[in-house]
């Protein structure tokens, strides 16, 4: 973590650098892009942590695809759409579903080892799909098998960089248009010019206090943009996880759904089980279902959490089919093969995001987005599972693509860096008389704030939502908008304003909606209620918060 003491004075002349292409966030949407590009110029990858820590990374369950022998794009298709329930991007859909075949096919011919039974792809089960279609690798470790593909080729890219440990403060925007990124490299402040911006910085799961999301998913992508002026868009749907091991001692890692497409089973406290009492799909329901049936049977019965149990599954299978929870569960005291494993549902993908077309250009001159930090409308109001990784693949080898034609020009960012010479050109940071500046940061309170908000989150605009709780949400965040006026130079500050910007768009949109769509669950309006389907657009002007509602 990029961390400094808590007075600590700056250059007042900032760095700078000139690149092609700037792709900020290293999982696989930044690296796909990356891959993209390098054949066209200087490729600069930015991450504000290890190149390897992404929420791609920590994907389990798989990549779905269809490319079974049982399978067709046609039905992939109309599961996706199904589950976005009503509010999928039908063009981007067809997109993933159609492109998503090739892609992989790729990703095996670059070194990709997804699992196989004999020497046939072995596919899974997961939610909501009508097809085994989610090839998977090392039983549940299949993000971390793309990220070593991916890294792996980008290292034998000469015209690829990458900088880890370097935080976007915000986007260079001249006259509308972006040039490039504000970034704190170590102690340096830098001025990084490029031709195209692409943002692929993932998620913002961390805004809330129970999530599977890695540390690093702070919204970052979402908070820089939305100050940049891109339209951000559907922030109300957000994916709770139906499965997050619940152990007071433990992380809150991720149970894949995959084990319940295998076979696990939901069972309450008193080791009943319950899906079938909520869907015909039982345990496989859409993952909405089955998360607000566990907090109901949570209600019912008075606990914390509920079970998933796969003692009557064969422990060899359970050990070889999902030997990364198996050995993390253990480290814990359970034993996944004798008992049963306590959960609770946790935040785990946003559907929403900055807006984009289908190739991934944002409404801002030279700025781009893919991966979870993107909408496209893929997803609609909710994701189906196993279909993030395919769109990091697709979107961000097509947001490459797209960068490729940025209509900003060399001349442009030369003249650009001329008028940037201090860092008083980073917005919020006054400038100061002398040779430098003192920044005094780290006040106090900040990581009360920090943990206050994860909790107002989880508890007011999570699985279940209402008029009251919303509003007492908006009274909490509005109570820390000071943050939103300051210009801070550490990692977990410039996060903190990241998440409040975040969590304040998902609160409002979540208000907006006064009924229940996908992963959107009003307990004031259960149903869909007139003109649902809609998309709700958020945007900055100066310091007021626009929305529109796009049917
Ligand atoms: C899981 O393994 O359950 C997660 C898969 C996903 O969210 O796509």
Redesign the pocket.
């Known amino acids: 973590m990029l961390d400094f003491p808590n007075s600590i004075r700056y250059p007042s002349i900032m760095e700078k650098e000139i690149v092609d292409f700037l792709i900020i966030g290293s999982g696989v949407a930044g690296l796909r892009a990356a891959i993209e590009l390098a054949p066209y110029g200087s490729v600069l990858v930015v991450t504000k942590d290890r190149p390897t820590e992404s929420t791609t990374e920590y ?6 695809v269809a490319l079974s022998d049982e399978d067709e794009i046609g039905i992939h298709y109309e599961d996706t759409l199904r589950t976005g329930d009503g509010l999928c991007r039908e063009e981007a859909v067809r997109i993933l579903v159609e492109e998503g075949p090739e892609r992989i096919i790729e990703l095996i011919s670059w070194g990709a080892e997804f699992d196989r039974e004999g020497t046939k792809l072995d596919f899974t089960l ?2 909501a799909h009508t097809r085994r279609r ?1 090839l998977h690798a090392h039983g ?1 470790a ?1 993000g971390r098998e793309i990220v070593r593909v991916l890294l792996g080729k980008v290292s034998f890219l000469p015209s690829v960089k990458t900088y880890p440990f370097t935080f976007t403060i915000d986007l260079i925007v001249r006259d509308g248009e972006c040039h490039g990124a504000y970034i704190l490299r170590g102690k340096e402040l830098i001025s990084l010019f490029a031709k195209a911006t692409i943002l692929a910085t993932g998620g913002a799961g961390q805004i809330f206090s129970r999530t ?1 999301n890695p540390l690093v998913c702070t919204g970052d992508g979402m908070a820089v943009a939305f100050r940049a002026g891109a339209i951000i868009e559907d922030m109300e749907f957000v ?1 709770f ?1 139906p ?1 997050s091991l619940y152990c007071p001692l433990a992380p809150q890692f ?7 497409g295998e076979g696990a089973i939901l069972r309450n406290i008193n080791k009943e089980r319950f899906m079938e009492d909520y869907h015909p799909m039982a345990e496989l329901a859409p ?1 909405d279902v089955v998360s607000r049936a566990i907090i109901s049977e949570m209600v019912k019965v008075r606990s914390d959490y509920v079970y998933l149990d796969l003692t009557h599954l064969r422990k060899e299978f359970l050990k070889s089919r999902f030997p990364r929870i198996y050995s993390t569960c253990l480290q814990y005291n359970i034993d996944i093969t004798k008992e049963l494993i306590p959960v609770s549902p946790a935040a ?2 946003i559907m929403g995001g900055v807006g984009t077309d289908i190739e991934g250009a944002t409404n801002i001159k030279g700025l781009y987005a893919a991966g979870e930090v993107a909408c496209t409308g893929v997803h609609g109001a909710n ?7 395919l769109e990091g693949l697709v979107f961000g080898a097509r947001a490459g693509r797209v960068a490729l034609r940025s209509p900003i020009s060399n001349e442009q960012l030369i003249a650009s860096s001329k008028e940037i010479t201090h860092n008083s050109s980073l917005p919020g940071l006054a400038p100061r008389s002398g040779a430098g500046i003192t920044h005094h940061f780290s006040i106090p309170d900040h990581e009360e704030i920090r943990r206050e908000l994860r909790k107002v989150m989880w508890e007011r605009v999570g699985i279940i939502r209402c008029e009251k709780s919303l509003r007492y949400a908006k009274e909490r965040l509005a109570g820390w908008s000071f943050i939103l006026d300051e210009t801070f130079l550490t990692r977990r500050e410039l996060e903190l304003k990241n998440m409040l910007t975040v969590a304040g768009l998902t609160t409002e949109a979540a208000l907006l909606r006064k009924g229940s769509v996908g992963a959107h669950y009003r307990s004031d309006y259960p149903e869909r209620g007139e003109g649902w389907k809609r998309h709700i657009t958020w945007r900055k002007e100066g310091k007021e918060l626009l929305y529109e509602v796009v049917v």
């Open positions: 994907a389990q369950g798989g990549i779905a997961e939610a989610i549940d299949t599977t994916q996880h499965t991720l149970l894949s759904e995959a084990m319940r993952r785990h993908y994701r189906l599972a196993s279909n993030s990784l």
